[in-house]
T-cell receptor, first 111, second 114 residues
Framework: GEDVEQSLFLSVREGDSSVINCTYT??????LYWYKQEPGAGLQLLTY?????DMKQDQRLTVLLNKKDKHLSLRIADTQTGDSAIYFC???????????FGTGTRLTVIP | DAGITQSPRYKITETGRQVTLMCHQT?????MFWYRQDLGHGLRLIYY???????DKGEVPDGYVVSRSKTENFPLTLESATRSQTSVYFC?????????????FGDGTRLSIL
C-alpha cells in the first residue's frame, strides 16, 4: 500500500500565499492529485500532476513535485476566504486498484 | 442535472440494522467507488466497480456489501450495522480506471449508528 501524509491544519491571512504539503511513500505513483472539500460537500478535483513533471501551474494554483523526496505541494496565490476548505492529496498508480488519500489539511483563511 | 447523487444525505440507525446507501450517476462512467471518511484517516476505499456486475474489494470491505446491476447505480449495504461504521460515506465515479482519470464525488452520506 501507500502512506500519504499531510499536516492537519494551516491558517493564512487573506491575500497571502498558502502552501499545503504532502509526502508519500510509494515512489511508483504515476499520478498525484489535489482535491478540495468544502463543508458538507464531496471532494472536488482541483488539479493533478503526472510523475514525469516537476511543476504545473493553473491560474492561482501551483503544484510542485519533488520525486526524490517524495514530496508534493500545492501553492495557492492570493488566498481568499472562499479557499477555506479541506485539501486532500491523493496518489494513484497505473493498473493499481487503489487511489490513496492523505488525511487532509484544513485551510483557514483569516480575513 | 447531470452528476452523481447520493441518498440519503443523513441517516441515523441502530446497531444490528441493515441500511443501504444509494449512489446514482448520470455520466455513464464505467468505474464507481465507495469511500468512508473518518477523522485522522482521510478517505479509505471500501469497494469499487469497474462495470456492471463487476465489483471488487478495497482497503476496508468488511461489513459491507455492494452490487451493480446497472451502470448508473452502485448501492452500498451495511448488513448488520455496527458503531464503528459511523462515518461519512462518499460515492465517486470515473470514466476509466483509477489512476489516469479524475474521480467525481457525490456530496456524501453522513451515517450515525447508535
Amino acid at each position: 500500500g501507500e502512506d500519504v501524509e499531510q499536516s492537519l491544519f494551516l491558517s493564512v491571512r487573506e491575500g497571502d500565499s498558502s502552501v499545503i504539503n504532502c509526502t508519500y511513500t510509494d515512489s511508483s505513483s504515476t499520478y498525484l492529485y489535489w482535491y478540495k472539500q468544502e463543508p458538507g460537500a464531496g471532494l472536488q478535483l482541483l488539479t493533478y500532476i503526472f510523475s514525469n513533471m516537476d511543476m504545473k501551474q493553473d491560474q492561482r494554483l501551483t503544484v510542485l513535485l519533488n520525486k526524490k523526496d517524495k514530496h508534493l505541494s500545492l501553492r495557492i496565490a492570493d488566498t481568499q476566504t472562499g479557499d477555506s476548505a479541506i485539501y486532500f492529496c491523493a496518489g494513484g498508480k497505473t493498473g493499481a486498484n487503489n487511489l490513496f488519500f492523505g488525511t487532509g489539511t484544513r485551510l483557514t483563511v483569516i480575513p | 442535472d447531470a452528476g452523481i447523487t447520493q441518498s440519503p444525505r443523513y441517516k441515523i440507525t441502530e446497531t444490528g440494522r441493515q441500511v443501504t446507501l444509494m449512489c446514482h450517476q448520470t455520466w455513464s462512467h464505467s468505474y464507481m467507488f465507495w469511500y468512508r471518511q473518518d477523522l485522522g484517516h482521510g478517505l479509505r476505499l471500501i469497494y469499487y466497480s469497474a462495470a456492471a456486475d463487476i465489483t471488487d474489494k478495497g482497503e476496508v470491505p468488511d461489513g459491507y456489501v455492494v452490487s451493480r446491476s446497472k451502470t448508473e447505480n452502485f448501492p452500498l449495504t451495511l448488513e448488520s450495522a455496527t458503531r464503528s461504521q459511523t462515518s461519512v460515506y462518499f460515492c465517486a465515479s470515473s470514466e476509466q480506471g483509477f489512476s489516469n482519470q479524475p474521480q467525481h464525488f457525490g456530496d456524501g452520506t453522513r451515517l450515525s449508528i447508535l
